[in-house]
Every structure is written in C-alpha cells, then in structure tokens.
C-alpha cells in the first residue's frame, strides 16, 4: 500500500449521485471533476446523502489506491456480510441478500468465490476464446457490412450492442434461430443499471429476466442430457474433484455473462470509435497499419473504459490509506479516475493508439478480475481491424448522444455514424 496521508474533510467537492452519469456535470465531462479529486482528495470521503444510514465511505482516484485495494482480499464484495443500510444492500439486486447459494460470481468473497470463479474458468480460458476468432470476425462482418449498405446507422444499436449478445449466444451454443429473442431480452437487461427506468422499462426487465430464466432452463436440461461441444456444455460438465456447479449456479452465472459482458463491451466500443474519429490522425494511422489494432484495443480501454467505478465493502472498522473507514462502509474506486492518472500515465488525456498499456485498470483487478477479459479483447480487436481495413472512410454523421442515465457505466445511447 502506499504511504498514509492526511484524510482531508472533503464536503465541498462532489458527492455521492454528484460522481455518478446521473449528474449532468459529470455526464457531460467527468474528467475536470475527477482532476480535481486526484489532486485535491484523492481520499476522498464519500458521504451518500440518498443513503444516510450508510456509513461514510470512500471514494479513490488515484491508480496506485485503487490497486492496493483490489488486491487486498479481505475487502468484501457480497452484500450478505454487511451490515444493513450499508450501500451494498441498498443497491444488490434482491436474489443476491437471499442466503441460499446464487452462483453470482460479483456477489461472493472467499471460498464460496474461488470454488465457483475456478470452476467457470476452467471452462472460459484464454486458450478456447482465441479459437473463436474466425466466429467472432463473421459476426462483425455480417453486421458491419449491414451497416455499410446504409447511408448511415446507429453504431450502438446496429452494431456495438448486437455483437457481443451474438458472440456470447453462439458461444453458448444457442440457436440461430433463438437469437432474436435471445438478443431482445439481453438488451433489456439494460434497465437493471438504470435506477431511474420508467415503470415500462421495468417491466421489460423483469419479462427479460423471466424469459432468460425459462429459456437458460431448457438449455442445461438439455446439454444435461446431451453434452455437446459448445461452452455451456462445458460450464454445466465441468469439474473440480467431482465437485459441479448446480442448475440454478449454472443459470445465474449466465446471466452474468450476459449483464458482465454485454453493455460494457458494447460501450467500450462506442467510446472507442467516437475517440478515434475525434483523433483523425489516430484513425488515419489505424487505416495504414490494421495491425494497430492490437495496441488500440488496450488504448480505447484505458481511455474510454466503460466501467466507471467498483466498489469493495470494509470488514471491520479500520485505516485505509490514512482514513478511519467504518465497518460495512463501501470503498468506491474510480476506473475512470485511475485510467487518467498522471502518475502512471504520460499526458493521460491525450488519445494515442500506439501507447498499448495494459496496465490500465479497466478490468478491475484483484480475486474478482474480470473474467471475460481475453473475449472483450478479442471482439474489441477484430471490430477495429476490420473497421480500418474495410472501411476507411468511418465518420460522424450526426452529433452523439450520450444521455443514458446509468450509475456505473459510461456509454452512448447513440452514435450515428457513416461506413461508406
Ligand atoms: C470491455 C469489456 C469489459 C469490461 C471493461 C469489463 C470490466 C469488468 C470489471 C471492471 C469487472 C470487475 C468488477 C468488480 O471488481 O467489481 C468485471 C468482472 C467480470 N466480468 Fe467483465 N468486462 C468486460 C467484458 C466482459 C465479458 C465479455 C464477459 C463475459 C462474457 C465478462 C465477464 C465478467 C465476469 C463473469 C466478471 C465477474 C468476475 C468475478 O467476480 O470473479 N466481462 N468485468
């Protein structure tokens, strides 16, 4: 960890909802805001006045903090184990405060964590996702060459949402012939980040859920009964001593995937093609090297990341980097913050495809890293080489928009571009 440092009294700067997307402030440009507590409070003492019982947490910027407190495991991440009116319950998805087992891999801690995340990994491993990368170019391909028929289209809607929900789904082993239904209810999972859907978006949602639920039912009844080669044969055959995830772990890891892997890969994306078309130079020296690709997948995550903030929960009463942080407090760490630290990064404002860090934090870190990591990176990947090698007149062809008030997550809800 790094050294102790005073714990300012921070109550004049941004708080709480006010360091959210829900702030028009900070939806607009969380960067000055985030400067700001880089500089001033980079331990800065997170009050949330929507949640006064909770107690008083904080809210870190700076790479170096952010690291130290996801590699430390006895940070908690299951709401369970904190205290009520703590900001974990207030905001867990109400399945995930039920004692019974829920094979969530974002909601558990120790044993229960690595028994579930070891079983699933053995099954989604770097070495099978790169096998995927002729599927996953189709995929792109297909949609991408839709899209070019057009005059413009929506490059979230058309193409950054659709894709990963296709990847995943062929992945799994669904059907062709399932996809849009399939592709229908991932997308309204969407309204689970958005703490202000309206009554009609919640009760999408909830069908969303349901249908998923049937529907992921009859697929593990099936590979149950008759293994075949696809992942989710593998998640459901895979094992550890004898030891298998149950049905309902099965199905509620499924649903992370989709929830985990879906809208984040779909904004990164979106991020990434508004940054490189703001940055012709960066776009132009793309089009001459596709093979840039690979460094730009880790620059457009470093810059555009689409995650904003993780939050790990303080065990006991204790001093975290100089601060007293009460039992049950939730540490907010900053992706955004930590991705445009100038201690780790040089002008880290400035866009630049060839910087290729991977160090960024976009990913999280620590027990809970993000799983689909080498999958993200992949479709990122071949999304930009056949953007640059295909399409090199990409641009603008109306103003993006960016209002999609979500609590964690940084994305356009449209971005109308041209192919052609
Ligand atoms: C660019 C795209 C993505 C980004 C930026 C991203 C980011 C993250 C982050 C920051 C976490 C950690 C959250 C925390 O510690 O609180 C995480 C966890 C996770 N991600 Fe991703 N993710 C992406 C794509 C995916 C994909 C494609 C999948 C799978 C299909 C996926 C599956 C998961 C899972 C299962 C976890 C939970 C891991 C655990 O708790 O052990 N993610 N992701």
């Not at 079983?119 to 297909?142: D, H, M, N, Q, Y």
């Not at 990591?373 to 399409?391: D, G, H, N, Q």
Request: with cysteine; net charge negative; hydrophobic share 45%.
């Amino acid at each position: 960890m790094s050294e102790l440092s005073a714990c300012p009294e921070t109550a004049a700067l941004p708080n709480g909802f006010e360091l959210t997307e829900l702030s028009p402030h900070f939806l607009q440009d969380p960067h000055p805001i985030l400067d700001r507590l880089r500089q001033e409070a980079p331990r800065h003492i997170h009050a949330h006045a929507h949640f006064p019982q909770a107690p008083t947490g904080l809210y870190l910027t700076r790479i170096e903090d952010v690291r130290a407190i996801f590699s430390d495991a006895t940070y908690q991440r299951d709401p369970r184990k904190t205290p009520l009116g703590s900001l974990a319950r207030s905001f867990a998805p109400p399945a995930m405060l039920d004692p019974a087992p829920h094979g969530n891999l974002l909601y558990m801690d120790g044993a229960e964590h690595r028994r579930v995340r070891s079983l699933v990994s053995r099954a989604f491993t770097p070495k099978s996702i790169a096998t995927k990368r002729g599927e996953i170019e189709a995929i792109a391909a297909r949609l991408l060459e839709e899209a070019a028929a057009k005059p413009d289209f929506d490059a979230i809607a058309e193409f950054a949402a659709p894709y990963p929900i296709y990847v995943i789904g062929d992945m799994l082993g669904f059907s062709r012939a399932d996809m849009p239904q399939f592709r229908a209810w991932s997308e309204d999972l969407i309204f689970v980040f958005n703490p202000l859907r309206s009554p009609d978006e919640d009760r999408r949602q909830m069908a969303a859920f349901a249908g998923l639920d049937a529907y992921f039912a009859e697929q593990i009844a099936r590979r149950r009964r008759q293994p075949s080669e696809d992942l989710l044969s593998a998640i459901i055959h895979t094992q550890d001593g004898g030891d298998t995830l149950t049905d309902p772990e099965v199905s509620s890891l499924l649903l992370l995937l989709l929830l985990a892997g879906n809208l984040t890969t779909a904004d990164v994306i979106g991020n990434g093609l508004h940054a490189l078309i703001t940055h012709p130079d960066e776009w132009a020296a793309l089009v001459v090297d596709p093979d840039l690709a690979v460094p730009a997948t880790e620059e457009l995550l470093r810059y555009g990341p689409p995650v904003a903030i993780a939050a790990r929960y303080v065990p006991e009463d204790r001093d975290i980097l100089g601060c007293p942080v009460k039992k049950g407090a939730a540490v907010v760490v900053s992706l955004l913050g930590a991705n445009r630290d100038p201690e780790a990064f040089e002008d880290p404002h400035a866009f630049r495809i060839r910087r290729g860090r991977r160090d960024h934090a976009a990913f999280g870190g620590g027990a809970h890293a993000c799983l689909g990591a080498p999958l993200a990176r992949l479709e990122i990947e071949i999304a930009l080489r056949l953007l640059a090698s295909r399409y090199p007149r990409l641009r603008l062809a109306a103003p993006a928009v960016r209002d999609r008030p979500t609590i964690g997550f940084v994305g356009f809800r449209s971005l109308r571009l041209s192919l052609t």
